[in-house]
């Protein structure tokens, strides 16, 4: 049995959220996940709060980086408290040449900062229910000031969860001392690699911080090519052959290449890459690849499919809601038979 999560499309307007969110939780699934790409995360978890009442909403992974801990600890204090509870916290530290390019924001070892964000989080939720004073000091925050009359009011929905976004072993370490969760990236979730990398540091973490990982929840967030016919199989293959190939000429992206010994494709892509050769990368992840790196299945075997792949590993399965809803009955028995 798992839980399932459906991620809104990360392009999604957001005046559209609160109605895909709705069309979400009419399907079944247990978790709505907002992207902070094209609109505020916590704008479209605000959205989607609003707009639904039974299904839990979470930032998949909100750039934390790029925002004071004070900062996101306001939002997300308010979305807990405005969604009684439903709401869940989902970072990411993002690769160094977003974070940098995109955001200016400087870069550190994403690992340890990770691990004081989380800290930072707690010790300003502790000094708003508890009434005690803020101090938390580390070598990336220091926070010591919140005056009274600006602090928010205690509420009962307290304890956030916050699960972060993984693919190495060290920041997967991370989520097994500190978070509650830990969100796959679609080039590193393989059902091998969480096994033998994940899986393993989650643990080691966990023991590291003497915490019982009781309640963790691992999600699996693959690329799924899936349709009613063979030929949208097809095409939907060949799309993610495309994405796959543009994401994993990133070196951030490359574990799994490694872990089955593929390091050298992934140099062919970056290097192509560099040289502008757009057109020539999908040819570069084979058939072999895809089928290690995602799930191929037309509608009616896609949950066998997954249960297959990520039984006995995960405890969640993040699949994405398709802008048009003409495939939303095949969706619907997909997450009944993941939920089973």
Request: net charge neutral; with cysteine; glycine share 8%.
């Amino acid at each position: 049995m798992f839980r399932v999560w459906l991620a809104l499309d990360m392009n999604l307007p957001l005046a559209e959220v609160g109605r895909q969110a709705r069309r979400a939780e009419a399907l079944g699934c247990d978790v709505v996940t907002l992207a902070d790409v094209a609109c505020d995360a916590f704008l479209g978890a605000q959205a989607a709060i609003e707009a639904t009442s039974r299904v839990q909403v979470a930032t998949s992974g909100l750039v934390c980086f790029a925002r004071s801990p004070m900062v996101t600890a306001v939002a997300s204090w308010n979305l807990a408290a405005l969604s009684a509870g439903r709401f869940r916290l989902g970072l990411s530290s993002l690769v160094a040449p977003m974070l940098t390019g995109k955001y200016g924001m400087p870069w550190h070892p994403p690992a340890p900062r990770m691990r004081e964000y989380l800290g930072a989080l707690r010790a300003i939720y502790e000094s708003w229910q508890a009434d005690v004073p803020l101090r938390y000091e580390g070598r990336y925050y220091r926070l010591t000031r919140q005056n009274w009359w600006t602090r928010p009011a205690p509420h009962e929905h307290a304890d956030i969860p916050i699960h972060i976004g993984a693919i190495g072993p060290q920041m997967s370490a991370v989520a097994g001392e500190c978070a509650r969760g830990l969100l796959t990236h679609p080039t590193n979730s393989a059902p091998r690699y969480l096994r033998e990398v994940t899986l393993e540091r989650i643990e080691s973490g966990a023991q590291r911080a003497g915490r019982s990982l009781q309640g963790f929840e691992l999600v699996a967030v693959p690329f799924c090519a899936t349709g009613t016919t063979a030929a949208e199989v097809d095409a939907q293959r060949e799309k993610y052959r495309e994405l796959m190939a543009i994401n994993l000429s990133t070196p951030n992206y490359w574990p799994t290449l490694e872990l089955y010994g593929w390091q050298a494709t992934g140099e062919r892509l970056r290097a192509l890459v560099r040289e502008g050769h757009w057109d020539q990368l999908a040819a570069q992840i084979n058939d072999e690849m895809l089928e290690v790196l995602m799930p191929v299945a037309p509608w009616p075997r896609l949950a066998r499919e997954l249960r297959e792949r990520f039984q006995g590993l995960a405890q969640g399965v993040c699949l994405l809601l398709p802008v048009d809803p003409r495939q939303d009955a095949e969706l619907g028995r997909v997450i009944r038979e993941l939920q089973e």
